[in-house]
Nanobody
């Protein structure tokens, strides 16, 4: 069973950068699709980015494309989210997710991911 622990959140000014990390336990993680969702206060969970098990395919929400970059290091069982040019509307709790690609229907649907981290807060001040 895969378990996920996020780190790297914090407070940053608009235009700044943060790098989130997601450390995974479990030998099967390197075979899993991984991704990030976020949830702002009073709003639903929102897809941010996802990456295939090999790292060769990436997917982004339109709102973050060109500013956020997802990557992974399977040797270290870690997924990253490099966040540049941050905006106040990026403020949210960011969750790392993982799922077996054989059971995954859509990388953009939160309910399709059975494994979630505890979340890390990102706050962007204006």
């Amino acid at each position: 069973q895969v378990q996920l622990v996020e780190s790297g959140g914090g407070l940053v000014q608009a235009g700044g950068s943060l790098r989130l990390s997601c450390a995974a336990s479990g030998r099967t993680f390197s075979n899993y699709v991984a991704g990030w969702f976020r949830q702002a206060p009073g709003k639903e969970q929102e897809f941010v980015a996802a990456i295939s098990w090999s790292g060769t395919k990436t997917y982004y929400a339109d709102s973050v494309r060109g500013r956020l970059t997802i990557s992974r290091d399977n040797a270290k069982n870690t997924v990253f989210l490099q966040m540049n040019s941050l905006k106040p509307e990026d403020t949210a709790v960011y969750y790392c997710v993982a799922e077996d690609p054989r059971t995954l229907s859509s990388v953009m649907v939160p309910a399709d991911f059975r494994t979630w981290g505890q979340g890390t807060q990102v706050t962007v001040s204006s």
